[in-house]
């Protein structure tokens, strides 16, 4: 990776102190978290991810070419150098896309020999990816537009002790004896669910085209039983006890912890019920990594969040959205091509807000590297941020100013007005023209609120070529004072670019 002298060794100054280091998006996912991972690997010696799955997407350069991985941690590059990556406990893992990762890793010859599997990480079964795409779009109609990746039937399986570990893949017995139960379960779920659309789903690409299909019974055990048996084989040598591994190494060895998703998709505390299906803060982080909060703590977290404007992908309320309904409905239907062509010359200071969206979505490349769905957009939503922030930390780390450096003005929201029926939030009543400096997290609070904005000056140039704070346009150093001085963040780190090098340590 090319990176700057200077800037790099302003990054391991900045980091020299601490030994265990989250990293974590403050917002719904998406921030450019990679490239700091990335950079962070350098000073970490164990990286370990701790929640999500299949669900997340980072890219990978091997040789030429790139390739998104959604498992196996971007600092199995640097295995040769002896860094450790790990899968932890709390991460969800479908088998099928592990082994090809792994198995891209060996036709590339890129070594992966410090790389280990939790054996109490959860395990993706198909019957959970078929109840995702099902049940998600029941009626023909997108629920929560989930990644289709059969994250939240397994989290809820494991909650409702019918799930599996990875440990079980290496016993036959207690395989096929938790195989038929959870089948047992999910037949019961997809009762009353059409049985052409079922075999569609079966059919899938990420169901195998059809290998766990049976026509009379849906889900033939057997076959599901033996690929499984056969993942257990090519996965045996990983499979660990992570969570002992990751504490004997705390405070031995830097550890870096790499989030997935966001705050705000956390099942327990995000923007309910358009969330993910773990716990995705920092401390759910940690514990899903093998830590024992009560004796090992993050020294550093890092918030990630995107700035000044922000995205979302799947359903759910998005107050500052560019365009409203009408830009979640197109991001949930249209494809990256039909939307790379629709918004082709739309500018990002068109007056019409749905075009000056496809703009920004364009620029900043908001496609999602698992779905490829376009992602919505909308200016940085500060009452969200300042909710955000109680449940990590001010010091964050800011993406992707560049995308707005055409921008003749910049839009942060500051409060909600409130806009629906009466509702109550514990002991206060929400009434129409409240004013809420502070998001509650309910969708169907949200769903009701109006962005207040302070509008400031944009930058209206190219910053990609600078590297100290100091030479940011003024414009620039304006919205950050005036967004620190409302939320209390405190930028540790400023992106300008994709690329490792374009990075301002502060
Ligand atoms: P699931 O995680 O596939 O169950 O999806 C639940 C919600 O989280 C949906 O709105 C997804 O679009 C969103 N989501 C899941 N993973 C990511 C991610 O890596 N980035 C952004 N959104 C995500």
Redesign the pocket.
């Known amino acids: 990776m090319k990176t700057n002298i200077s800037m790099h060794s302003q990054l391991m100054d900045l980091l020299r102190a601490y030994w265990n280091i989250a990293i974590n998006?403050l917002q719904?996912?998406?921030t450019g978290k990679g490239k700091f991972v990335d950079l962070i690997t350098y000073w970490a010696d164990v990286i370990v991810r701790g929640r999500?799955?299949a669900?997340?997407?980072h890219s990978v350069l091997l040789g030429d070419e790139e390739y998104v991985f959604h498992l196996i941690p971007s600092s199995i590059l640097h295995d040769i150098d002896g860094k450790v990556s790990i899968i932890g406990n709390g991460v969800a893992v479908d088998p099928r896309i592990l082994c090809d990762e792994l198995a891209l890793l060996k036709a590339k010859n890129q070594s992966y020999n410090n790389f280990m599997l939790a054996l109490n990480a959860k395990l993706t079964l198909p019957t959970q990816i078929v109840r995702?795409r099902i049940v998600?779009k029941a009626g023909g109609k997108v629920v929560?537009?989930?990644?289709?990746?059969?994250?939240?039937p397994t989290y809820s399986d494991h909650a409702l002790r019918i799930g599996l570990e990875i440990n079980d893949l290496l016993n036959p017995d207690i395989l096929a004896k938790n195989v038929r139960n959870n089948v047992t379960y999910s037949l019961k779920v997809l009762q009353g669910y059409d049985p052409e659309i079922i075999k569609d789903v079966m059919h899938h690409e990420h169901l195998s085209r059809g290998l766990y299909y049976h026509p009379k019974k849906i889900f033939d055990v057997d076959s599901i039983i033996t690929r499984y048996l056969q993942f257990g084989e090519e996965l045996a040598e990983f499979i660990q006890d992570t969570d002992s591994f990751v504490q004997a190494a705390v405070g031995r060895r830097k550890i870096l912890l790499e989030g997935?998703?966001?705050a705000l998709?956390d099942v327990d505390n995000g923007t309910r019920p358009?969330?993910?299906?773990?716990s995705t803060i920092v401390d759910g982080l940690a514990i899903g990594a093998g830590f024992n909060l009560h004796k090992h703590h993050v020294d550093l977290a890092l918030g990630v969040v995107k700035f000044p404007y922000m995205?979302?992908?799947?359903?759910?309320p998005f107050p500052t959205e560019f365009g409203d309904r009408m830009s979640e409905e197109w991001c949930r239907d249209a494809t990256q091509e039909k939307d790379l062509e629709q918004f082709a010359t739309a500018s990002t200071n068109d007056i019409n807000e749905f075009s000056q969206g496809g703009a920004i979505r364009r620029l900043g490349r908001e496609f999602?590297?698992?779905?490829r769905?376009p992602?919505r957009t909308g200016w940085l939503d500060l009452p969200l941020l300042r909710y955000a922030m109680r449940w990590g930390s001010e010091n964050v780390i800011l993406t992707k100013p560049d995308v707005l450096d055409t921008c003749e003005q910049i839009k942060i929201c500051t409060s909600y007005i409130y806009d629906g029926p009466d509702y109550r939030v514990g002991t206060r009543v929400l009434t129409k023209g409240t004013s809420l400096r502070e998001a509650t997290p309910m969708a169907c609070v949200l769903e009701h609120c109006k962005p207040v904005y302070e509008i400031l000056p944009g930058w209206q140039r190219s910053i990609r070529g600078i590297r100290h704070f100091q030479d940011l346009p003024p414009q620039l150093i304006s919205v950050l004072n005036f967004v620190g001085a409302e939320a209390g963040i405190k930028p540790k780190m400023i992106s300008v670019g994709p690329a490792a090098e374009e990075t301002i340590i502060v």
Not at 274 to 278: D, M
Not at 311 to 316: A, E, I, K, P, Q
Not at 368 to 371: E, Q, R
């Open positions: 998006c719904w996912g998406d999500g799955g669900n997340a997407g995702d998600d929560i537009g989930t990644t289709g990746r059969g994250i939240g997935s998703q966001g998709l358009y969330v993910t299906g773990t995205t979302r992908v799947g359903s759910g999602g590297a698992t779905t769905r992602r």
